[in-house]
């Protein structure tokens, strides 16, 4: 007998127990539902509408695909979402990406979103929700693999839950991952945020987000559904004291006095201010034996550059398209679904740790350096520089893609534009009387 008093070797009733109903459980839950998996879908919070409140909500064109995949794209744009550009200023100037090559995301509140996409996972054939339980304790064989987890309801009743996958999507912080013990990168974060919605006072090529690259501190923009803003800062720790007596009141200070500043002024806050003080990078080691994490909870990276939303969908993608297959072939598909974990790692691996590494260099809140700066200044002179900075900020492509295309354009555009602004002579001319 077990600690719940279950025989170890009861077969699982699930093929997969996923903990979390946000945007990376409910993408995996449908996933796999769709495959003909069994799957629990387990959230802490009861309300079936219930979203993530701080967020910017900002998801990257790297992530639309996985929405229409999700088959979500139609409801979204019904329920008001816009597909923006980018603008980024800089001290340089504003980068642009041509319209033909510039990418284009989706903005929807979370508070839409996150109830269409839950609605859809508890739709699907095979998907059981248990909503209002909370993932407690995980259930090991004798080998120490994970086989299922214990939750309970808010009444305080346990539910032992068996299955031949855990999936940990229950974000920041995820307790799964930490009640596997699985290995942890921890860096910090050297920046707070604070942001909220308004009504008018839209910045300037609404819907386009408009981002200010301050040099160390950061602020933007993002035009959504329903003719509102949402108006975000994230600067240094250095600035958290101008913060902390009103943080609406110096949010529209610190948005107004951006250089190429938005009309934030004439707009009105129909929100509460949100904010967050620690935002500490944390990437674990995304599987272990009978369990997968996806979403934050493999990777809470920098909230900076709004990439987390598309990263918990494509995750769950990447880890439905590696092991639905294994758990279809049911125990027969042990072996199998060891094998699929490993691919799942890759996959994971290959999209996302270079686009870490570099965020996490970033996220203490230092200043740019020199290769920066002369990117960043070439992307405001040459269209090519700034469609390989916005594919990158979108990240469809990694980093290396990006060194290979904007580097050496960039050089040209930097020569090119010193040389036009070199004092310009008259070409030498011997007077006419010279010499004589
Ligand atoms: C300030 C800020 C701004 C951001 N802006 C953007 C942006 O513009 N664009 C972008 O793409 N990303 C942004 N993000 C990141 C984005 O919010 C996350 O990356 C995204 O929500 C991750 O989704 P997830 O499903 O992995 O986790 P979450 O959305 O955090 O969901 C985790 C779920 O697990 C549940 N849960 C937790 N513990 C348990 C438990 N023990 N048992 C059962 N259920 C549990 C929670 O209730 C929750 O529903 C921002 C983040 C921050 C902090």
Same mark, same amino acid.
């Given at each position: 007998m077990d600690a719940t008093g279950q025989r170890p070797n009861d077969a699982p009733e699930f093929d997969a127990v996923i903990v979390g109903a946000s945007?990376?459980?409910? $993408?995996?839950?449908?996933?796999?539902?769709? =495959?003909?998996?069994r799957v629990a879908l387990v959230e802490q919070r009861p309300d079936p509408r219930?979203?993530?409140?701080?967020?910017?909500?900002?998801?990257?064109?790297?992530?639309?695909? $996985?929405? =229409?995949?999700?088959g979500l794209l139609d409801a979204m744009m019904a329920a008001g979402a816009v597909r923006p550009h980018f603008r980024i200023w800089t001290r340089w100037g504003w980068i642009v990406a041509p319209p033909e090559s510039a990418q284009t995301g989706l903005n929807l509140r979370?508070? +839409?979103?996150?109830?269409?996409? %839950? =609605?859809?996972?508890?739709a699907t054939p095979?998907?059981?929700? +248990?909503?209002?339980?909370?993932? =407690?304790? +995980?259930?090991?064989?004798d080998a120490g693999r994970v086989i299922g987890v214990v939750v309970r309801d808010r009444a305080g009743d346990e539910l032992t839950l068996r299955a031949r996958l855990t999936i940990g999507a229950d974000g920041r912080g995820s307790r799964v991952a930490s009640l596997a013990g699985v290995p942890a990168r921890v860096t910090p974060h050297g920046r707070f945020a604070y942001g909220a919605y308004f009504k008018g006072g839209a910045p300037a090529h609404a819907p386009d987000a408009s981002v200010w690259m301050l040099d160390p501190h950061w602020a933007a923009a993002f035009p959504t559904d329903s003719g509102l803003t949402f108006y975000a800062c994230m600067p240094t720790k250095a600035r958290l004291a101008d913060f902390r007596s009103d943080p609406g009141a110096a949010l529209v200070a610190f948005i107004a006095d951006l250089p190429d500043a938005p009309p934030i002024r004439e707009g009105r806050r129909v929100a509460p201010v949100l904010g967050k003080l620690d935002m500490t990078n944390v990437e674990h080691e995304p599987i272990a034996p009978g369990l997968a994490l996806i979403g934050d909870a493999a990777l809470a990276a920098d909230p900076l550059w709004g990439i987390g939303c598309g990263w918990a969908l494509q995750s769950a993608e990447w880890l439905a398209d590696a092991v639905a297959a294994p758990l279809a072939a049911g125990p027969a598909g042990d072996q199998a679904l060891a094998t699929g974990l490993a /691919?799942? %790692?890759?996959?994971?691996?290959?999209?996302?740790?270079g686009h870490a590494r570099v965020m996490e260099d +970033?996220?203490?809140?230092r200043r740019w350096r020199a290769p920066e700066r002369f990117v960043f200044a070439a992307a405001t002179r040459d269209a090519g520089v700034a469609a390989a900075v916005d594919a990158f900020g979108a /990240?469809?492509?990694g980093p290396n893609r990006m060194v290979a295309a904007a580097v050496p354009r960039a050089v040209a555009a930097n020569a090119r534009h010193a040389l036009a602004r070199r004092p310009r002579f008259a070409p030498y001319r011997a007077s006419a009387g010279a010499g004589t």
């Open positions: 945007l990376a459980g409910s $993408a995996a839950a449908v996933h796999l539902g769709r =495959e003909g998996a219930a979203y993530k409140r701080v967020c910017s909500h900002y998801v990257q064109a790297s992530g639309v695909p $996985a929405i =229409e995949r999700l979370r508070e +839409l979103f996150d109830p269409l996409l %839950r =609605e859809a996972a508890l095979g998907v059981e929700g +248990l909503l209002g339980h909370s993932a =407690e304790r +995980l259930l090991r064989d /691919r799942y %790692r890759r996959r994971w691996r290959r999209g996302l740790r +970033l996220a203490g809140g /990240r469809m492509i």
